[in-house]
Antibody, heavy 117, light 110 residues
Framework: EVQLVESGGGLVQPGGSLRLSCAAS????????MHWVRQAPGKGLVWVSHINSDGSSTSYADSVKGRFTISRDNAKNTLYLQMNSLRAEDTAVYYCARDRNYHEDYWGQGTLVTVSS | QSALTQPRSVSGSPGQSVTISCTGTSSDVGGYHYVSWYQQHPGKAPKLMIYDVNKRPSGVPDRFSGSKSGNTASLTISGLQAEDEADYYC??????????FGGGTKLTVL
């Protein structure tokens, strides 16, 4: 059974940093691209970032480019999102999702990030 | 990276059909066959319902179908059931390894 479990969310002050993790199991992690997608409270889904299977290629939404870094450790079956210079508008539930041929087929339950003073 | 345009809400009675539209541009919806649809119940993670415009993952009822014409994709749900009441999001590949979601549509089953 495919499982994705996010962790690392919490309350952080504006300008602060946070690192999210996504532990994957039930599939061969290093064969799949992965994504981060976020959802602000009461709002819609927004694609954040993508990484290819070996971590050599990454991409970002304009809203987070230069502040967020996606990475992965295939030996640990774990996806990461390093978030720096956080703003109030980054407040959201962050989901990791597995990519299967240009669509997200499995999603984690999400971790809440709140940016507030 | 502008969000795809979806109606904010649609509604239908049990047994009826509803269609949710998703309008983008030639740089996303119109340019690729990679449109997907997700169902999200309150407090839950999104669930894949349609991928590659019109393909259904295993386990998704055939009441759910997808199509595309030009820059607009559509999700049709026939034989509406109470459990279909949820938020629905479209998503399209937008080139250069970027993706864009629609703003979401709230489906109400009357």
């Amino acid at each position: 059974e495919v499982q994705l479990v996010e962790s690392g969310g919490g309350l952080v002050q504006p300008g602060g940093s946070l690192r999210l993790s996504c532990a994957a199991s039930g599939f061969t992690f290093n064969n799949y691209w992965m994504h981060w997608v976020r959802q602000a409270p009461g709002k819609g889904l927004v694609w954040v970032s993508h990484i290819n299977s070996d971590g050599s290629s990454t991409s970002y939404a304009d809203s987070v480019k230069g502040r967020f870094t996606i990475s992965r450790d295939n030996a640990k079956n774990t996806l990461y999102l390093q978030m720096n210079s956080l703003r109030a508008e980054d407040t959201a539930v962050y989901y990791c999702a597995r990519d299967r041929n240009y669509h997200e087929d499995y999603w984690g339950q999400g971790t809440l990030v709140t940016v507030s003073s | 990276q502008s969000a795809l345009t979806q109606p904010r809400s649609v509604s239908g009675s049990p047994g009826q059909s509803v269609t949710i539209s998703c309008t983008g541009t030639s740089s996303d919806v119109g340019g690729y066959h990679y449109v997907s649809w997700y169902q999200q119940h309150p407090g839950k993670a999104p669930k894949l319902m349609i991928y590659d415009v019109n393909k259904r993952p295993s386990g998704v009822p055939d009441r759910f179908s997808g199509s595309k014409s030009g820059n607009t994709a559509s999700l049709t749900i026939s034989g509406l059931q109470a459990e279909d009441e949820a938020d629905y999001y479209c998503c399209s590949y937008a080139g250069s390894y970027t993706w864009v979601f629609g703003g979401g549509t709230k489906l109400t089953v009357l």
